[in-house]
């Protein structure tokens, strides 16, 4: 065999990445130079995939330059099996290089790595949510928190929450999913709020709407208050006048916050 020691890859393993849903004829990217040198100028290099292209995504191609013939791998220009992420993450790829004329055989081992586009909707979960709060609730209160996810990596994977449509009741978070009460609540004028939330990915605008994004209904239910009646919170006696037996009884009486006013105030007892 003609200088076949010199028969060899550059390297034995090789590692390389590809962008998942890439389109047909789209190449693999490695930072080492994958193929042979070719110490004789008369060889005729051929490579081709022997294992691990189950699903038959990938072509090798040969690409001479001066001495060094490359190896080069890319998506099928019929590509009907996408590349996805999710469903699997890499390829282990046994190549085989031949020089027919000197019988000539070589192998490497190309791990192709599926890099994560951001292809994912988010989704909720739960998918919706139902909460009850009392129309007494304190301004900015925490009310609910959504939540949602999806199989990206990454920033790919976070996400801004908005209201779909504004509300002046109700304010969220835009990234821990957090609602809070924004405007005085009034169980009279409307006892439930209909809203919906959307999770738009971080690395697409809110302005792009669902479109990229997913919604979830969110209910609040508002519940009257409890109405206390008012108390009488302290007596405080007191001799106004020394010069007289009297003595001034100073009553403070609590309405509660129910804004009520007292009309009055009467002895039901102990005056005998």
Same mark, same amino acid.
């Given at each position: 065999?003609? #200088?076949?020691?010199?028969?060899?890859f550059?390297h034995p393993?090789?590692?390389?990445?590809i962008?998942?849903?890439?389109?047909?004829k789209t190449? +693999?990217?490695?930072?080492?130079?994958m193929?042979?040198?070719l %110490?004789?100028?008369?060889?005729a290099v051929?490579?081709?995939?022997?294992s *691990?292209?189950?699903?038959? +995504?990938?072509?090798t /191609?040969e &690409?001479v330059?001066?001495?060094?013939?490359?190896l080069?791998i890319?998506? #099928?220009s019929?590509?009907?099996? =996408?590349?996805?992420?999710?469903?699997?993450d890499s390829?282990? !790829? %046994?190549i085989?290089?031949?020089?027919?004329? !000197?019988e $000539?055989?070589a192998?490497?081992r190309?791990?192709?790595? %599926?890099?994560?586009?951001n292809d994912? #909707?988010?989704l909720?979960s739960?998918?919706?949510?139902?909460?009850?709060?009392?129309?007494?609730?304190?301004l900015?209160?925490?009310?609910?928190?959504v939540?949602?996810?999806?199989?990206? $990596?990454g920033?790919?994977?976070e996400?801004?929450?908005?209201?779909?449509?504004?509300s002046?009741?109700?304010a969220?978070?835009?990234t821990?999913g957090v609602?809070?009460l924004?405007g #005085? =609540?009034?169980v009279?004028?409307? *006892?439930k709020?209909? !809203?919906? +939330? $959307?999770?738009? @990915?971080?690395m697409?605008k %809110?302005s792009?709407?669902?479109g990229f *994004?997913? !919604?979830?209904a969110?209910?609040?239910h508002?519940?009257?208050a409890?109405?206390k009646?008012p108390a009488?919170?302290?007596?405080v006696?007191?001799a =106004? @006048?020394?010069s /007289? @037996?009297?003595t &001034?009884?100073t009553?403070?009486v609590?309405?509660n916050?129910?804004?009520?006013d +007292?009309?009055?105030l009467e002895i039901? *007892?102990? @005056?005998?």
């Open positions: 065999r003609e #200088k076949g020691s010199a028969w060899h550059t393993l090789y590692n390389a990445t962008y998942e849903n890439s389109a047909p190449y +693999v990217e490695s930072s080492e130079k193929g042979i040198y %110490i004789n100028p008369q060889w051929r490579y081709r995939i022997i *691990g292209d189950v699903a038959n +995504v990938f072509k /191609e &690409y330059v001066g001495n060094f013939c490359f080069r890319r998506t #099928k019929s590509n009907t099996a =996408l590349l996805n992420r999710e469903v699997r390829y282990t !790829l %046994i085989q290089a031949t020089e027919k004329t !000197l $000539l055989e192998l490497a190309v791990v192709v790595r %599926i890099l994560d586009q994912l #909707k988010p909720f739960p998918p919706s949510y139902r909460v009850t709060i009392s129309e007494d609730m304190p900015k209160s925490p009310i609910c928190k939540s949602a996810t999806d199989a990206d $990596l920033q790919n994977a996400f801004y929450y908005a209201f779909n449509t504004r002046e009741m109700f969220i978070h835009p821990s609602v809070t924004a #005085k =609540l009034n009279t004028w409307r *006892g709020h209909e !809203l919906q +939330v $959307l999770a738009v @990915d971080r697409r %809110i792009e709407g669902n *994004g997913n !919604l979830a969110l209910v609040i508002v519940e009257p409890l109405r009646p009488i919170s302290s007596v006696l007191d =106004l @006048d020394r /007289e @037996d009297a &001034y009884a009553v403070m609590d309405a916050s129910s804004g009520a +007292v009309d009055s039901v *007892g102990g @005056d005998f």
